[in-house]
């Protein structure tokens, strides 16, 4: 039997796919795509004769399914989900019982939305003396948050900190997060990351809120939050000409 692909499509734009995504899916004979995120273009690239499925629409079971009798036709499946398969992607419910039937799974890795934000805001998560830490999370919603994930037991780091699927609860976010966060906290807001339509907003945790209510952003979004958004940092040690490693010696 063939294996089933798992790609991570990026954030939207499509030349954001790996090189390796993107051969995959022109090799496919079925194509499954998160159409609800992941922009038609990046599946563009199919073959003609392949089989194209939006999953926006189907059920966990109707996946499998198609990915079942797929495989055991001697079909290769692309799985294409967005950003990267490991973060929010609902891809072990697919594969545990998929392997269970002996079907291989390959996971191929892409661009997530918040390293997509950062590269939007050209800003780094992690600076000397500012935050060596990046922290992923979400509020909890529909989708419960472990207690000891709860938002502000987190914002007590006061780490870098990337907030998926919340910014339709941006007040609650808020409210937890200056818990801990001073409200002068540097804050910024990208939707839709690297598509056409791209919104950024930036402000702080005082009125970061007003801000994006005002640019009617409420979905597809990330939050990001902490000091590596302001303007002062060290250099790193890196490219110090009085720093030695394995490959310089230092100048000085």
Request: with cysteine.
């Given at each position: 039997?063939?294996?089933?692909?798992?790609?991570?499509?990026?954030?939207?734009?499509?030349?954001?796919?790996?090189?390796?995504?993107?051969?995959?899916?022109?090799?496919?004979?079925?194509?499954?795509?998160?159409?609800?995120?992941?922009?038609?273009?990046?599946?563009?690239?199919?073959?003609?004769?392949s089989?194209?499925y939006?999953?926006?629409?189907?059920?966990?079971?109707?996946?499998?399914g198609?990915?079942?009798?797929s495989?055991?036709?001697?079909?290769?499946?692309?799985?294409?989900?967005?950003?990267?398969?490991s973060?929010?992607?609902a891809?072990?419910?697919?594969i545990?019982?998929?392997?269970?039937?002996?079907?291989?799974c390959?996971?191929?890795p892409?661009?997530?939305?918040?390293?997509?934000?950062?590269?939007?805001?050209k800003?780094?998560?992690?600076?000397?003396d500012?935050?060596?830490?990046?922290?992923?999370?979400?509020i909890?919603?529909?989708?419960?948050?472990?207690?000891?994930?709860?938002?502000?037991?987190?914002?007590?780091?006061?780490?870098?900190?990337?907030?998926?699927?919340?910014?339709?609860?941006?007040?609650?976010?808020?409210?937890?997060?200056?818990?801990?966060?001073?409200?002068?906290?540097?804050?910024a807001?990208?939707?839709?990351?690297?598509?056409?339509?791209?919104k950024?907003?930036?402000?702080?945790?005082?009125?970061?809120?007003?801000?994006?209510?005002?640019?009617?952003?409420?979905?597809?979004?990330?939050?990001?939050?902490?000091?590596?958004?302001?303007?002062?940092?060290?250099?790193?040690?890196l490219?110090?000409?009085?720093?030695?490693h394995?490959?310089?010696?230092?100048?000085?």
């Open positions: 039997m063939n294996k089933v692909y798992f790609i991570g499509a990026g954030p939207g734009d499509p030349d954001l796919i790996t090189v390796k995504g993107k051969k995959i899916i022109e090799k496919a004979d079925v194509v499954i795509y998160a159409g609800s995120l992941v922009p038609v273009e990046v599946v563009k690239c199919r073959k003609s004769e089989e194209l939006n999953s926006a629409g189907m059920t966990l079971d109707e996946v499998l198609v990915i079942k009798s495989v055991k036709s001697g079909k290769i499946v692309a799985r294409v989900h967005t950003g990267d398969p973060i929010y992607g891809i072990r419910e697919q545990d019982p998929l392997e269970e039937l002996e079907i291989e390959e996971v191929v892409g661009v997530s939305s918040f390293t997509a934000s950062a590269a939007a805001l800003k780094e998560f992690t600076l000397p500012v935050s060596q830490t990046v922290i992923c999370t979400r909890a919603g529909r989708t419960l948050v472990p207690e000891k994930e709860d938002l502000d037991k987190l914002a007590a780091h006061r780490a870098s900190m990337a907030v998926f699927l919340s910014v339709g609860m941006i007040d609650k976010v808020v409210e937890k997060l200056r818990k801990y966060y001073p409200g002068n906290t540097p804050a807001v990208v939707q839709r990351a690297t598509w056409p339509d791209e950024i907003v930036l402000g702080t945790l005082d009125d970061i809120r007003d801000k994006v209510k005002d640019k009617n952003i409420s979905k597809t979004a990330q939050i990001l939050v902490g000091d590596f958004l302001g303007d002062e940092y060290k250099k790193s040690k490219y110090d000409e009085e720093f030695t394995e490959y310089r010696k230092a100048k000085k």
